[in-house]
Each structure stands twice: as C-alpha cells, then as structure tokens.
Nanobody
Framework: QVQLVESGGGPVQAGGSLRLSCAASEDSDCLRAMAWYRQAPGKERELVAG???????QYADSVKGRFTMSRDNAKGTLYLQMNKLKPEDTAVYYC????????????????????WGQGTQVTVFS
C-alpha cells in the first residue's frame, strides 16, 4: 500500500532551523494537494501548512513568517522548512495528502487522505 514517510526531525535549539521531508513510497503525480500537521503532547493535531490544488500555500498564524512549505514536483517530495524554531513548536509532524488526482492510475493513492504516517519528532529546547 502506498505510504507517505516523513523524515528530518530531531532536537534543535530554540532559534535554529530544520527541514522536514515527506516522500511517497511510489513516485507519482497523483498527490494533488498536501499539508503538514503537528501534534504536541496533550494537544490535538493541528494544521501547520497546506496547499490547495492550485499550489497556493497557507499557514497557521503561529508559524507564518517562520515556516515555508515547498514541493519538488519532479521527485514528488514535500518539504517544510522551519526557521526561528520555538519550544512551542515541539511536536510530532505529519504530512498528509489532502487531495488525490481523480484518475484511474491514482486509485492506489485514494486511501492517503484518510490515513496518517508515523510522523517525525521535532524537539525544540531552550
């Protein structure tokens, strides 16, 4: 089954930077829109950054100006560049395919909007 795999997390000092990556286990052009979420201990999962099918990125107010989502369409890899990290950014970060291209060849990706990967832990210490 096709999966999304996040990587790039780790411990970082406040003020530092990390770049997260999200790659599908199969290359394709089926991932029409994607997003990054995070879940901090004891809190609900929240949307950090998302793109529309037109490629416009939107960000949570808490990360605007510090985080940038981008995509390498040739590789099908999603990135989240996180700068000026704060301790409150500590969380498990997940990527998610929020919209799948509607065509036969993309049926094997159809489950992705309903599933979560393992995520990658980001820990920001002061």
């Amino acid at each position: 089954q096709v999966q999304l795999v996040e990587s790039g997390g780790g411990p970082v000092q406040a003020g530092g930077s990390l770049r997260l990556s999200c790659a599908a286990s199969e290359d394709s052009d089926c991932l029409r829109a994607m997003a990054w979420y995070r879940q901090a201990p004891g809190k609900e999962r929240e949307l950090v950054a998302g793109s529309t099918s037109g490629g416009i990125a939107q960000y949570a107010d808490s990360v605007k100006g510090r985080f940038t989502m981008s995509r390498d369409n040739a590789k099908g890899t999603l990135y989240l560049q996180m700068n000026k990290l704060k301790p409150e950014d500590t969380a498990v970060y997940y990527c998610k395919a929020t919209e799948i291209t509607q065509k036969f060849d993309c049926l094997r990706f159809a489950h992705l909007p309903r599933s979560w990967g393992q995520g990658t832990q980001v820990t920001v210490f002061s």
